[in-house]
């Protein structure tokens, strides 16, 4: 298996995408991160957030204070795939019509 596919998979996974993005924002704690990627379980989002961090694209802080507080930010890195994966994201929001169309002209035809 080709390394990039692995890298890929993080990248575009259903939460990969929304974290990227709520990342390239602006910077946010685990539970301000959770509410604004609504429908992440923190299971999934402890999971993706890790998964990213160990690909080099989110950069986590952790203050040693009471009570613990963590920050996500995007890496370079990160920044990079982030505007990529919106690029493709704001392109898919803009297309849904045609692909709305060609489902519904799909699903016509006769079996």
């Known amino acids: ?63 040693p204070v009471i009570p613990p507080r963590v920050d996500y930010s995007l890496t370079p890195l990160g920044r990079e795939a982030a505007e990529l994966v919106a690029a493709l994201a704001h392109w898919s929001e803009k297309r849904v019509p045609a692909v709305q169309e060609a489902r519904t002209g799909y699903d016509a035809r006769p079996r």
């Open 1 to 63: 298996m080709c390394p990039s596919r692995g890298v890929l998979e993080h990248v575009t996974s259903r939460w990969g995408v929304l974290v990227l993005a709520a990342l390239n924002e602006r910077g946010y704690r685990f539970s301000e991160l959770r509410r604004r990627v609504s429908g992440v379980s923190e299971k999934m989002l402890a999971q993706t957030l890790q998964t990213l961090e160990r690909d080099g694209f989110v950069l986590r802080e952790a203050y």
